[in-house]
């Protein structure tokens, strides 16, 4: 059957005006066995060829959504605990239809790049761009500063009008009557863009 295809492909790629990528992109199912208490994914590198990704960031994707950890041995990968092939073959598919598909015109020629810290796919075909979504940057805002919140501060600079400036991720954080060089429980009053207001709550 194979030679089948290979045939007809061949044949419908002498034809002009016939395109054949759509059958071109076909994710490797995957291959696993269990290897101890570990499970080996054997054509990793296969997967990670055809997605035209880096086997790095397909894999900490992997390992974060499993919820393992694992490593990269040649074309192998490599996971603490049991997983069936039906489960990394839908990590595997999350994976394509965030960081691989075009949601616009559907291909798989993208690319990833950065774009003032945000993660874009960009498309090749059809010059589509999306931010990517989903969970990772759900992580990243967590974790930002919130209105409401105490935060232990170190106090890196004394600003002109004289309030002690501190930096927290993004956010620059103004807490007044504090010195320059002291650490500081602030409470944040009020956020603005990147900047943020703070109260004193505790100098130590
Ligand atoms: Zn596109």
Redesign the pocket.
């Known amino acids: 059957m194979e030679d089948y295809e290979a045939l007809l492909d061949r044949a419908l790629g002498q034809i002009p005006g016939i395109v054949t990528e759509k059958s071109r992109f076909v994710v490797p199912p995957p291959k696993t066995f269990s290897e101890g208490r570990t499970t080996v994914l054997d054509n990793f590198g296969e997967i990670a060829d055809v997605l035209n990704r880096d086997v790095d960031h397909l894999m900490k994707f992997l390992l974060q959504e499993l919820g393992t950890a694992g490593k990269i041995e040649g074309s192998r990968a490599i996971f603490q605990g049991s997983f069936s092939a039906d489960v990394l073959k839908s990590q595997i598919d999350d994976y394509v239809e965030e960081y691989v598909i075009?949601?616009?015109?559907?291909?798989p020629?993208?690319h990833l790049i950065k774009s003032e810290r945000i993660l874009m796919l960009r498309?090749?075909?059809?010059?589509?761009h999306r931010p990517v979504k989903k969970r990772r940057i759900r992580m990243e805002t967590k974790k930002a500063v919130q209105e409401g919140e105490v935060y232990e501060l170190r106090i890196d600079a004394v600003g002109r009008k004289g309030d002690g400036i501190a930096k927290m991720d993004k956010y620059t954080i103004f807490v007044p009557n504090v010195a320059k060089g002291s650490i500081v429980k602030a409470k944040i009053k009020k956020i603005s863009g990147n900047l943020a207001f703070a109260e004193l709550v505790e100098q130590s």
């Open positions: 075009c949601s616009e015109c559907g291909r020629d993208t498309c090749d075909a059809c010059g589509g």
